[in-house]
């Protein structure tokens, strides 16, 4: 083999050897910054404290009507997650904000029940 196919194989090889460390290198940080933030993450959820879940505050005969009303509205299986008050109490609401509530509202679109 002539020198000058030596010195371009001898130099190729040592380009890749170059990449394939810095690709290593590369991949050990992000693997150091990734058990880094699990760590973190797992530290901050410790120093957290537990929920509990809040009694009810609504009574039994108003979550009954509320459920009867959307078995109307609504067709086939339906699992009602949570209910809350819009207003708490004798809290005061502006009519922007009543407004602006009464359209988001009026955007969902129930589907009417079809006779099948």
Same mark, same amino acid.
């Given at each position: 083999?002539? /020198?000058?196919? *030596?010195?371009?194989?001898?130099? %190729?090889? !040592?380009?890749? @050897?170059?990449?394939?460390?810095?690709?290593?290198? =590369?991949?050990?940080?992000?693997?150091?910054?990734?058990?880094?933030?699990?760590?973190?993450?797992?530290?901050?959820?410790?120093?957290?404290?537990?929920?509990?879940?809040?009694?009810?505050?609504?009574? /039994?005969?108003? *979550?009954?009507?509320?459920?009867? %009303?959307? !078995?109307?509205? @609504?067709?086939?299986?339906?699992?009602?997650?949570? =209910?809350?008050?819009?207003?708490?109490?004798?809290?005061?609401?502006?009519?922007?904000?009543?407004?602006?509530?009464?359209?988001?509202?009026?955007?969902?679109?129930?589907?009417?029940?079809?006779?099948?």
């Amino acid at each position: 083999m002539p /020198d000058s196919m *030596l010195y371009g194989l001898n130099l %190729a090889m !040592a380009g890749l @050897l170059i990449v394939f460390i810095v690709l290593a290198l =590369i991949s050990g940080i992000v693997a150091m910054m990734r058990w880094m933030d699990g760590m973190a993450q797992r530290r901050s959820q410790a120093k957290q404290p537990v929920v509990q879940k809040s009694e009810q505050t609504i009574d /039994d005969l108003t *979550l009954v009507l509320i459920t009867a %009303a959307v !078995a109307t509205a @609504l067709t086939g299986r339906f699992r009602i997650r949570s =209910i809350r008050r819009i207003l708490h109490g004798n809290e005061k609401i502006g009519s922007w904000s009543t407004t602006g509530r009464a359209i988001l509202h009026g955007s969902h679109v129930v589907p009417k029940n079809r006779p099948k």
